[in-house]
């Protein structure tokens, strides 16, 4: 569909967000890829620091991966390789 919408002249563009909810269903079957306590809550969340479009920074609320766990599975997109 994408090589025949281009072929049209019509572009599509995607986008494929880095963070989950904390009330994911990725965060409620795999906890241990995530960075929680003891009772699933997060232990870090996502969000930026102050610039010039926001004095105060945003805070996402996202739990952070555990990187080390997604490295030790060998997970891809979701799925163990």
Request: hydrophobic content about 40%; glycine content about 8%; cysteine-free.
């Amino acid at each position: 569909m994408k090589d025949y919408a281009n072929q049209k002249g019509i572009k599509i563009i995607g986008d494929m967000p880095i963070y989950v909810s904390a009330d994911s269903v990725e965060v409620w079957t795999k906890p241990e890829l995530f960075q929680l306590d003891a009772e699933r809550n997060p232990l870090f969340v996502a969000g930026v620091p102050a610039d010039q479009f926001s004095a105060t920074g945003q805070l996402w609320g996202n739990p952070l991966y555990d990187w080390n766990e997604h490295k030790n599975k060998a997970m891809l997109g979701g799925f163990i390789v």
